[in-house]
């Protein structure tokens, strides 16, 4: 598709249904009048994406995991290229510049994340999990701790419940609410407001679901702070289409993925932690890069100072100046211009979708989570019904759109929390999963479940998203129309 002179930006011609994808189109930028400003990633789309139209690629599962720009790779291979790299903390001069490279890249996630030096540390970790980890082994939880946690939270998040449970720590979990799938906040108010005051208490939730999309209120953490809670931001998923501005909010820590923002490299992340609640941390070993001293014979040790001590063994010192580089992209794009898009696209599908009918009028697909753009994200989750209001098992809409070469994902996403309250799950009915093995699998878990629902569709958007991806998926969805679920 072509369009005569115009400043506003086109989406590449589709293969089939042009004069469809152009009406749509021109539907979709009269609703969202504010999309032409972002014409600039059509362009990049071209030029740092091209990949994807190359493929006839309909990629829509940035949440899994961004796409990387071409410009990422070749700035970092002449980096690779350039210089000789020998693994940091020495003298000589190959060991020499990895450090410099890689403490420059310390100071960029601050400066990225406007996080002054003196309030923050970044301690580089292979992801986010990774980064969760390192505070639930560490924090001083005691029976005389609360863990208190949001039921819309990654697996990475409810497993540090099992460090908390270890050491006698009370675990709340707060309830999201359908359909909206927002924290309950009357509950959320009444927990904060008992901590253990004769102990540590920690509070986590994510600031944008990977799930449902929902983005939680950033105001949390200082209603958290008030009553002398620690809290954990998990930005995972928030960060790749948000700004996350740490001069304005003070979460004590905070997990990333950078693979998550800006697609490559894979295998790092990390943990922006408060130096002050860093100091409360305690690790439950050593190993080589955390210690000053260590003796054999003496059966002693040191930690290093600050983030040195949470960095195991050697950093990932080839990867760490393509976080710098990654990080530079983002800045240049404008993540909040690409937050109005991607938003403009989730607005756009959430009305679309919402109106897909059977002949005999029952919806085409149930949406969990916020139906409108107000505070959210570009993530849907969603299942598809017959027109008898069966559900398509999700793997069938999985093998049919990766058919048609279009990448989504399926499941519980590593949320269960979210999941059980979507699809009406009970603690009975989760409990029935694991009564009878050892070993649960989730196929036997959902036979347990006598038909109900026990995972969904995501489909979610960022950096490189054009029209034409977000109106292939649609088109995808119509053709559950008025099928009967196998
Ligand atoms: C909100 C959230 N937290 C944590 C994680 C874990 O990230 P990783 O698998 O990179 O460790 C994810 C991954 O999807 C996520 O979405």
């Given at each position: 598709m072509q369009k005569s002179s115009t400043t506003h930006s086109t989406p590449p011609?589709?293969?089939?249904n042009a004069e469809g994808l152009e009406a749509a189109y021109d539907a979709f930028r009269a609703a969202y009048?504010?999309?032409?400003?972002?014409a600039r990633f059509d362009t990049l789309r071209a030029s740092e994406f091209a990949r994807l139209d190359a493929n006839h690629h309909v990629y829509l599962d940035y949440t899994g995991g961004s796409q990387y720009a071409e410009s990422q790779l070749t700035e970092h291979e002449a980096l690779l290229r350039k210089n000789i790299f020998?693994?940091?903390?020495?003298?000589?001069p190959s060991s020499q510049v990895s450090t410099r490279l890689d403490e420059q890249a310390r100071r960029y996630v601050l400066r990225y994340f406007n996080a002054s030096p003196d309030e923050y540390a970044v301690i580089f970790t292979p992801n986010a999990s990774g980064a969760l980890k390192l505070v639930g082994e560490s924090?001083?939880?005691?029976?005389?701790s609360r863990y208190v946690l949001t039921f819309d939270n990654h697996n990475a998040v409810n497993g540090v419940r099992e460090f908390a449970r270890a050491r006698g720590a009370r675990i709340t979990y707060v309830p999201v609410v359908a359909?909206?799938?927002?924290?309950d906040r009357e509950q959320l108010l009444n927990e904060l407001s008992?901590?253990?005051?004769n102990g540590n208490n920690l509070f986590v939730y994510p600031a944008?679901?990977?799930?449902?999309?929902v983005q939680h209120s950033l105001e949390w953490i200082e209603v958290a702070h008030s009553s002398g809670w620690d809290v954990v931001l998990d930005a995972a998923a928030f960060v790749p289409t948000n700004r996350l501005d740490l001069g304005v909010h003070h979460p004590d820590f905070v997990p990333v993925s950078f693979y998550k923002m800006f697609?490559?490299?894979?295998g790092v992340g990390c943990l922006l932690a408060r130096r002050n609640a860093l100091k409360k941390l305690r690790r439950p070993w050593f190993s080589g890069g955390t210690i000053e001293i260590v003796s054999v014979q003496g059966d002693r040790y040191a930690f290093a100072e600050g983030e040195r001590a949470f960095e195991?063994?050697?950093?990932?010192y080839l990867s760490l100046p393509a976080i710098e580089i990654g990080l530079k992209f983002l800045e240049k794009v404008d993540v909040q211009l690409l937050h109005n898009r991607v938003m403009s696209f989730t607005g756009w599908l959430l009305e679309n979708l919402s109106s897909l009918v059977h002949?005999?009028?029952?919806?085409?697909v149930e949406i969990y989570g916020?139906?409108?753009?107000?505070?959210?994200?570009g993530t849907i989750a969603l299942n598809f019904h017959d027109p008898d209001g069966r559900v398509f098992n999700f793997h069938h809409i999985e093998q049919a759109a990766s058919q048609r070469n279009i990448s989504l994902r399926t499941g519980c996403f590593c949320n269960p929390g979210a999941g059980e309250i979507a699809f009406g799950l009970t603690g009975s009915d989760m409990r029935e999963c694991f009564?009878?093995?050892?070993?649960?699998?989730f196929e036997r878990c959902i036979v347990a479940m006598?038909?109900?629902?026990?995972g969904a569709v995501r489909v979610s958007l960022g950096i490189?998203?054009?029209?034409e991806d977000v109106y292939r998926f649609l088109q995808f969805a119509r053709t559950f129309l008025d099928i009967a679920a196998p």
């Open positions: 011609a589709a293969e089939h009048p504010d999309f032409d400003a972002t020998g693994n940091p903390h020495s003298e000589n924090y001083p939880f005691s029976a005389d359909p909206e799938l927002r924290i008992h901590p253990n005051r944008q679901s990977n799930f449902s999309g697609g490559y490299p894979t195991d063994g050697t950093i990932n002949a005999n009028g029952k919806p085409l916020p139906r409108t753009t107000l505070d959210r994200g009564i009878h093995e050892e070993r649960s699998s006598k038909g109900k629902t026990a490189a998203t054009n029209f």
